[in-house]
């Protein structure tokens, strides 16, 4: 596996059908390892609607600041 033993962090990945999760899972095909950041916020705001049963790691507005930090 090409990347076994990496770490990617990929942003914009709250919605299953997103160009963010096609990206998580060829990442995870190749070994690594991923941290997913999304914003179900901004999405509800879209045409397309928030996914609500998309699955992130970080949920926060990483254009703020004052965004939640992961533990």
């Given at each position: 596996?090409?990347?076994?033993?990496?770490?990617?962090?990929?942003?914009?990945?709250?919605?299953?059908?997103?160009?963010?999760?096609?990206i998580v899972s060829r990442l995870k095909q190749?070994?690594?390892?991923?941290?997913?950041?999304?914003?179900?916020?901004?999405?509800?705001?879209?045409?397309?609607?928030?996914?609500?049963?998309a699955v992130v790691d970080i949920e926060a507005?990483?254009?703020?600041?004052?965004?939640?930090?992961?533990?």
């Amino acid at each position: 596996m090409p990347l076994s033993g990496r770490v990617a962090l990929v942003t914009g990945a709250s919605r299953r059908i997103g160009i963010g999760t096609a990206i998580v899972s060829r990442l995870k095909q190749d070994g690594a390892r991923v941290l997913l950041q999304g914003w179900a916020e901004h999405d509800a705001e879209q045409t397309w609607g928030a996914d609500p049963d998309a699955v992130v790691d970080i949920e926060a507005d990483l254009a703020d600041p004052d965004a939640r930090r992961p533990d």
